[in-house]
């Protein structure tokens, strides 16, 4: 990874800019987007439909090549919900897809790539209209989704449990246990004894750790030159 060669100004400039544009573009996409969300590349964040609600703290990575994309395609207009807890992480490639109801509760993890949907979209002999029946999916706090998994429609992710990389959960999954394959199946049962530690653990002061995180910019960019960053950007050498 480069250095980051930006002078402090520099980058508090882009940040500020960021959070503008998140305000102007992306919250109004939704019913409510919480306070102290982070949102990388906003521009690769792609929301779309009704009743979206987003809480607190809330991480999102957007990538060009892999924007996060969260839809709601109700069977009706104004219809279908999507509700994200607070501290939740999506991270690049993402897409969350609700024709009726997908809640995701606090502190969920989702790595690279991940599929999340409530339907099936066409019927499997008339492919023309969606299925009657409504599936919702339900995610519960502190589930940790590995790269490239896919949770389908009507499936319940129980509490702390971990989905492995790649795995197609099509059934419920109890709490407290790592999943992993196509379907998934129970490969290791977690100690919930032992505690958790989560993301809600870690936004617990917000505005604390806001301020602890510009202190260390600050200091780390401090010697950093606007001629210097330009030279990096146009003319690079290997000791960037």
Same mark, same amino acid.
């Given at each position: 990874?480069?250095?980051?060669?930006?002078?402090?100004?520099?980058?508090?400039?882009?940040?500020?800019?960021?959070?503008?544009?998140?305000?102007?573009?992306?919250?109004?996409?939704?019913?409510?987007?919480?306070?102290?969300?982070?949102?990388?590349?906003?521009?690769?964040?792609?929301?779309?439909?009704?009743?979206?609600?987003?809480?607190?703290?809330?991480?999102?990575?957007?990538?060009? /090549?892999?924007?996060?994309?969260?839809?709601?395609?109700?069977?009706?207009?104004?219809?279908?919900?999507?509700?994200?807890?607070?501290?939740?992480?999506?991270?690049?490639?993402?897409?969350?897809?609700?024709?009726?109801?997908?809640?995701?509760?606090?502190?969920?993890?989702?790595?690279?790539?991940?599929?999340?949907?409530?339907?099936?979209?066409?019927?499997?002999?008339?492919?023309?209209?969606?299925?009657?029946?409504?599936?919702?999916?339900?995610?519960?706090?502190?589930?940790?989704?590995?790269?490239?998994?896919?949770?389908?429609?009507?499936?319940?992710?129980?509490?702390?449990?971990?989905?492995?990389?790649?795995?197609?959960?099509?059934?419920?999954?109890? /709490?407290?246990?790592?999943?992993?394959?196509?379907?998934?199946?129970?490969?290791?049962?977690?100690?919930?004894?032992?505690?958790?530690?989560?993301?809600?653990?870690?936004?617990?002061?917000?505005?604390?750790?806001?301020?602890?995180?510009?202190?260390?910019?600050?200091?780390?960019?401090?010697?950093?030159?606007?001629?210097?960053?330009?030279?990096?950007?146009?003319?690079?050498?290997?000791?960037?």
């Amino acid at each position: 990874m480069r250095r980051d060669l930006r002078p402090y100004w520099l980058k508090k400039l882009y940040l500020n800019f960021r959070q503008w544009y998140v305000q102007h573009f992306i919250a109004p996409r939704c019913v409510h987007l919480g306070n102290h969300s982070t949102l990388m590349k906003p521009w690769y964040v792609n929301i779309s439909g009704p009743n979206i609600v987003i809480g607190d703290s809330v991480t999102m990575i957007g990538e060009r /090549a892999s924007p996060v994309s969260i839809g709601v395609w109700g069977r009706e207009p104004g219809q279908g919900s999507i509700t994200i807890g607070n501290s939740v992480l999506l991270s690049p490639g993402i897409r969350i897809s609700a024709a009726d109801q997908i809640v995701i509760g606090d502190s969920v993890m989702m790595a690279n790539g991940v599929y999340i949907t409530d339907s099936d979209w066409h019927g499997i002999y008339d492919r023309t209209k969606r299925g009657e029946e409504i599936c919702p999916v339900h995610i519960e706090n502190n589930v940790w989704l590995g790269d490239g998994a896919k949770v389908l429609k009507g499936v319940r992710i129980g509490e702390n449990s971990i989905v492995g990389a790649g795995a197609i959960v099509s059934r419920d999954v109890p /709490a407290n246990v790592v999943v992993a394959g196509n379907p998934a199946e129970i490969v290791k049962q977690l100690d919930p004894e032992k505690g958790f530690v989560t993301r809600a653990d870690f936004f617990s002061d917000p505005e604390g750790l806001q301020r602890f995180f510009d202190g260390v910019e600050r200091e780390i960019l401090a010697e950093n030159t606007l001629f210097n960053w330009l030279r990096a950007l146009f003319f690079p050498t290997k000791n960037d």
